[in-house]
């Protein structure tokens, strides 16, 4: 089975071919431009998907040997995310499935996060915890099949990907923010400021606008009248990011004292973060639990992972009619809460 998956949630065009066994292609077209404005300008990722769809869907075909023809299945993004950027991806994976007589599978993008863990070698054993980090979204999930979900978490406020761009902005790093913390907070103290980890109501919800606001009261404190030092900035940089991470951690713990678990998976953009994945991998570690992380290629938005999620709910015989806005996968907002 050839699977052609496409990916168009925010500023990433992606297409993908994949089989039940491997990763034939996977191209990701990023939108680098939106960094000028400080973050994305949705029509004009609306407007680029539309220029990068087809040259990259004859490039994918093309790297992994593949003839339109030939592909069996089509799945594209449907939410969340933007809607203009959806809608260019959803509505050209339904035109080419109805050209081709092919069936299509929406999919849920969170889901396509969630269950990136499986395009690696060493897959995640079912029931397994997952934290889901991204610009969008922050989740704490017991994965207990490959349709059965339960939320233990979610934030209250800012995702944290989310608070690394607004810190990095705060600082005068620019977007987008996740890369340019890590590689500042390298080289900075993460002991010098004393940042704090959010709580919430609910001990396994995430809350980073109080960490967010603390760092802006440190540097309102210090009162530069020009640019911020650029050693502060490493400082700041460090103490935010183990502030961000200790929060994942810390309810990742408590998780496994709680639940059965066969294995842990850290997905989503944030998961391409050095602290983050090393910190995961140590209570993996501890608890001896196998712990499986996407390679870089499929920790940020990608059209691979919209392609298995969209095989699995295929080959359990979803099916999608093309005039129904209704799609198969759980939505967001539904998965089950204990």
Same mark, same amino acid.
């Given at each position: 089975?050839?699977?052609?998956?496409? @990916?168009?949630?925010?500023?990433?065009?992606?297409?993908?071919?994949?089989?039940?066994?491997?990763?034939?292609?996977?191209?990701?077209?990023? =939108?680098?431009?939106?960094?000028?404005?400080?973050?994305?300008?949705?029509?004009?990722?609306?407007?680029?998907?539309?220029? !990068?769809?087809?040259?990259?869907?004859? !490039?994918?075909?093309?790297?992994?040997?593949?003839?339109?023809?030939?592909?069996?299945?089509?799945?594209?993004?449907?939410?969340?995310?933007?809607?203009?950027?959806?809608?260019?991806?959803?509505?050209?994976?339904?035109?080419?499935?109805?050209?081709?007589?092919?069936?299509?599978?929406?999919?849920?993008?969170? @889901?396509?996060?969630?269950?990136?863990?499986?395009?690696?070698?060493?897959?995640?054993?079912?029931?397994?915890?997952?934290?889901?980090? /991204?610009?969008?979204?922050?989740?704490?999930?017991?994965?207990?099949?490959?349709?059965?979900?339960? *939320?233990?978490?979610?934030?209250?406020?800012?995702?944290?990907?989310?608070?690394?761009?607004?810190?990095? *902005?705060?600082?005068?790093?620019?977007?987008?923010?996740?890369?340019?913390?890590? =590689?500042?907070? !390298?080289?900075?103290?993460?002991?010098?400021?004393?940042?704090?980890?959010?709580?919430?109501?609910?001990?396994?919800?995430? /809350?980073?606008?109080?960490?967010?606001?603390?760092?802006?009261?440190?540097? !309102?404190?210090?009162?530069?009248?020009? @640019?911020?030092?650029?050693?502060?900035?490493?400082?700041?940089?460090?103490?935010?990011?183990?502030?961000?991470?200790?929060?994942?951690?810390?309810?990742?713990?408590?998780?496994?004292?709680?639940?059965?678990?066969?294995?842990?998976?850290?997905?989503?953009?944030?998961?391409?973060?050095?602290?983050?994945?090393?910190?995961?991998?140590?209570?993996?570690?501890?608890?001896?639990?196998?712990?499986?992380?996407?390679?870089?290629?499929?920790?940020?938005?990608?059209?691979?992972?919209?392609?298995?999620?969209?095989? =699995?709910?295929?080959?359990?015989?979803?099916?999608?009619?093309?005039?129904?806005?209704?799609?198969?996968?759980?939505?967001?907002?539904?998965?089950? @809460?204990?």
């Amino acid at each position: 089975m050839n699977v052609l998956g496409i @990916e168009s949630s925010c500023d990433e065009t992606s297409i993908s071919i994949l089989t039940e066994k491997e990763v034939k292609s996977n191209l990701i077209a990023s =939108q680098h431009f939106h960094s000028e404005f400080g973050g994305v300008i949705p029509e004009l990722s609306s407007r680029a998907h539309l220029q !990068q769809i087809i040259p990259l869907i004859k !490039q994918t075909l093309k790297e992994s040997n593949t003839e339109l023809g030939e592909v069996d299945l089509i799945t594209a993004t449907a939410g969340p995310g933007l809607i203009g950027a959806l809608i260019v991806g959803l509505t050209f994976g339904k035109s080419l499935s109805l050209s081709l007589n092919k069936p299509f599978i929406p999919v849920n993008h969170i @889901e396509g996060h969630i269950f990136s863990g499986f395009l690696m070698e060493e897959k995640p054993d079912y029931p397994f915890l997952c934290a889901v980090v /991204s610009g969008g979204h922050t989740l704490l999930l017991v994965v207990k099949s490959k349709f059965e979900i339960i *939320k233990l978490g979610t934030t209250i406020d800012d995702a944290i990907g989310e608070a690394f761009d607004k810190v990095s *902005k705060m600082i005068g790093l620019g977007y987008p923010g996740g890369p340019l913390i890590q =590689q500042y907070a !390298q080289d900075g103290d993460s002991e010098y400021f004393k940042f704090p980890i959010g709580k919430s109501k609910n001990k396994y919800d995430f /809350s980073y606008s109080g960490l967010k606001t603390a760092v802006l009261r440190e540097i !309102q404190k210090m009162n530069f009248k020009d @640019e911020i030092p650029h050693e502060i900035k490493k400082n700041i940089a460090a103490s935010f990011q183990k502030a961000a991470v200790e929060a994942i951690t810390k309810r990742v713990r408590l998780a496994l004292s709680e639940y059965k678990i066969n294995s842990i998976s850290l997905v989503g953009g944030v998961a391409a973060n050095n602290l983050l994945r090393d910190e995961i991998k140590k209570i993996g570690e501890e608890h001896n639990k196998n712990v499986i992380i996407p390679d870089i290629e499929y920790c940020g938005d990608n059209a691979a992972m919209i392609a298995y999620r969209g095989m =699995q709910y295929h080959l359990a015989g979803k099916k999608f009619e093309l005039n129904s806005n209704a799609y198969p996968s759980l939505p967001f907002n539904t998965f089950v @809460e204990e």
